[in-house]
């Protein structure tokens, strides 16, 4: 977590760290702060609180220089403070650096400096690390490439970092370890961030850091080595985001916007990748691979958070289209849990971040072990991206808001995507599979039929926003759904929910049951509509209250539970696109209604790269 921005040039740089600031404070949001580098003189300013308080300090002081760095922290080590905010001095305050990371052995190095006489101001890892560079520093005659890259030598841990000096005007030095870093090349004028969306009102041009590399930027230079100092020679990426795909676009909120921007996103998504009259998929990043999929005597599907529950109607739909028998791990349990993993295994890593740390850290121990790894991600260009074998971009667009919508939606068409292509190299007929592309096609009026019933959906979170629990009940498909809308309720409302399969219930839940618990049903006619009704019947006789998710032609559920929400019928694998939808919806006008910061969530941030 934590957003890092720097910039070498000839403007001011303050307002371009601001800028920059902002447009990464999704990766967190409790301190933010700003040192620049002026004619030998380093101006700090650092606020506990959001970057908006940054700005308003800054604005009542005069702060000038033409180099300078920035961060927006996620606190890991000490409390959000104004002590612990970055940047952080050495102790004679020569250096300045900002961190996005862990340095896993900050106390041993931390005892070796105070042996040394260097003196601690705040609890994190960081002052440690830009004191441990201060000490190489001054045995190095000042030189600070030098000096950070013998003390990175000493460090295990994840870091994405930049440094300033006072003797070394005008450059900054960087590197990169499991935190996500990124060049922006200008005129004249050179930035660094932690990602594209802080570079892009800037430049186009734009050079990713790799695992292992170090380098210095100046306002018309840059050079990156590996930490051995070998020379690295690096291809410059252009960016294709445009500024309005990262604003509001006039709605209250990033999470309202990426809601209602489903339609358009799922089109994104599937864009030239369908051909109907063969009723298969055409997914270029996997082109050559297909083969050795199918070969696999297992498919694993590993994620964390929203993208896991994608990953769990994925086991649904690979297995149903390929028969290869499916598993779904947590990221964050398989890759301590020394998996057993075969070569013949294919395993395919969902993120719409592309820089979970558990995640990534499970896919390198995947490829360790010789089996095929995929990617399904948003961020193009990410770590999950770039480490993958072979994978597949979702195309959701930039995804700001904490709480993931879009993203989920796309995932899954991905994962049909997917199901198509081996599918109909195994058993799935032609016939299936156009059916499943018309399906598709439809997909985007289908969920604009839902989003029109927003005031409805409003009308119904107005009736919850005082309870303390909710229940989220769903089968088959749809359970992976009822885990992703207690996600979204709990993350943005503070409320406690749980989601369970709906026949679980009566072997625990049920107990929970009173006037007071609301349970979410998704009830959609299917093969165990029948089950879920009982299971709504069992509800209701506890006295509960009960909103279900039902086909629009449901006469029979209306009357007996205490509201609806329709939603059209597709085919079957597709439904849980449209079944999430309502509750996505659900979970943000409570989360509004209660006054809360839907978008930027207490305790979270956006892209979780610390494990
Ligand atoms: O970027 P990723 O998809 O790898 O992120 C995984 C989770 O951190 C993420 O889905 C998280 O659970 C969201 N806040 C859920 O809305």
Known sequence: MCGIVGYVGEQNSAPILIEGLKRLEYRGYDSAGIGILDDGRIQLIKEKGKVSVLESEMKKRQVIGTTGIGHTRWATHGIPNQVNAHPHFSSDDELMLVHNGIIENYKELKEFLIQKEYIFKSDTDTEVLVNLIHFFYVNNNNNLYEATRQALLKVNGTYGIAVLSRNNKERIVIAKNGSPLVIGIGKGENFIASDVNALITHTKNVIYLEDGEIGEITKDSYFIKSLNNDSISKEINKIEMDLEEITKGGYPHFMFKEIM???ISLNDTLRGRTILEEGISKLGGLHGFEERILQSKRIIISACGTSWHAALVGEYLLEKCTGIPVEVEYASEFRYRNPIIEPSDTIIFISQSGETADTLAALKEAKRKGALVLGIVNVVGSSIARASDAGVYI???PEIGVASTKAFTSQITVLILVALLLGRRKHLSIVDGKEIIQSLNNLGDLVNEILSQNSEIERIAEKFVNAKNFLYLGR???????LEGALK?????YIHAEGYPAAEMKHGPIALIDENMPT??????????EKVISNIEEVKARNGKVIAIIDKDD????????HVIRIPRTNELLMPILTVIPLQLLSYHIAVKK??????PRNLAKSVTVE
């Open 261 to 263: 921007d489903q339609p």
């Open 476 to 482: 088959g498909i749809h359970f992976p759904v009822a």
């Open 595 to 600: 006054g809360l910061n839907v978008d930027q």
């Open 520 to 529: 979410v049903f998704i009830a959609p006619k299917d093969a165990i509509y």
């Open 489 to 493: 309720l709990k993350e943005i409302s």
């Open 395 to 397: 195309h959701a667009g």
């Open 555 to 562: 006469k029979y559920v209306e009357n007996l539970v205490d």
